[in-house]
């Protein structure tokens, strides 16, 4: 990921700095996300202008953004703050090929705290408080369905959510994996004192993590 940082033209940006960057599962499309700019840049990792990433997509919002995420199809998921004092928080979906709003047939509200990412397959796996489950939506035109529903252990939290459909979880000073095909998790970490920041841990913290263990 560092290597590819290095080739972005922040010019795109408004010379602002980049806050966010997302990459899709497959790893041939990357967007980043400048706060100070209020600007989301879309580029093709494999296609490049000497050093340069080549611009795919650019446009402005209108709202401050919390997390994005990417798929591999260039669907774009936002997190944005509804109430601008960050109690609601609300997902929003664009198609960045089409130029297309997309809406969810359960289209839920959130407070203080949730986490999405696209998975493999393309589909849109989501989490929120205080609902505790995890929700997986596939596309289907302008709306996307929900497909399958699951409810988060008794005692567990969501800490994040990986392309692979895998959930980590926090629970009794501990961090697990949980996977949702099988609906089964092991322990990966443990600590003799609680662990105060877990919901800070992305991906990248979990996934550093564990090549270390």
Request: hydrophobic residues 35%; charged residues 30%; proline residues 2%.
């Amino acid at each position: 990921m560092n290597a590819v940082a290095t080739e972005i033209d922040i010019d795109q940006h408004n010379n602002k700095p980049i806050t966010m960057i997302t990459i899709s599962p497959d790893g041939k499309y990357l967007v980043t996300y400048s706060k100070d700019d209020q600007s989301i840049v879309g580029w093709n990792v494999e296609d490049k202008d000497e050093n340069l990433l080549k611009l795919y997509k650019k446009f402005k919002l209108s709202n401050k953004t919390d997390e994005i995420c990417v798929s591999n199809d260039k669907i774009l998921a936002r997190l944005y703050d509804m109430s601008n004092k960050g109690a609601i928080t609300k997902v929003r979906i664009y198609d960045m090929k089409n130029n297309q709003n997309i809406k969810l047939d359960l289209d839920l509200h959130y407070y203080n705290y949730c986490k999405f990412n696209f998975n493999s397959k393309g589909e849109l796996v989501l989490y929120g408080e205080p609902l505790d489950k995890i929700y997986a939506y596939s596309k289907n035109s302008s709306k996307w369905k929900c497909e399958r529903i699951y409810k988060i252990p008794n005692g567990f939290e969501a800490i994040n959510i990986s392309k692979d459909d895998k959930i980590f979880l926090y629970s009794d000073n501990s961090i697990y994996e949980w996977n949702l095909i099988t609906e089964k998790s092991i322990k990966i970490f443990n600590s003799d004192e609680k662990i105060c920041d877990y919901k800070v841990l992305n991906i990248s913290d979990i996934e550093l993590f564990l090549k270390s263990i």
